[in-house]
């Protein structure tokens, strides 16, 4: 059974920084891409970032891109999701999840397993 279990969230003032991490169980941690994604209140879910099985390829939303960047540790079996200067428009609940397979994917149904989220939060 798949577990992924995010942490790190809370409440940050904008331009601050951020750092979620989810420590997976369950699986071959690198043999699967991971990602990160989001969901505000009345918005679907969006992709924020992801990272192949050997971390050597990233993936990055727009709206991310030069203020996050994802990384994973192998040997810890943790994605984590460094977050800068955060904006008001980047609170939301963030969820990791994992990939059917070595290479990422955008799309919510690229991902088979899912943590419960933690709540990202930024005051303007």
């Not at 904008?14 to 891409?33: E, I, K, P």
């Amino acid at each position: 059974q798949v577990q992924l279990v995010e942490s790190g969230g809370g409440l940050v003032q904008a331009g601050g920084s951020l750092r979620l991490s989810c420590a997976a169980s369950g699986l071959t941690f690198s043999s699967y891409a991971l990602g990160w994604f989001r969901q505000a209140p009345g918005k679907e879910r969006e992709f924020v970032a992801g990272i192949n099985w050997l971390g050597a390829s990233t993936y990055y939303a727009g709206s991310v891109k030069g203020r996050f960047t994802i990384s994973r540790d192998n040997a810890k079996n943790t994605v984590y999701l460094q977050m800068n200067s955060l904006k008001p428009e980047d609170a939301a609940v963030y969820y990791c999840a994992a990939g059917r397979g070595m290479i990422v994917g955008t799309r919510s149904a690229d991902f088979g397993s899912w943590g419960q989220g933690t709540q990202v939060t930024v005051s303007s």
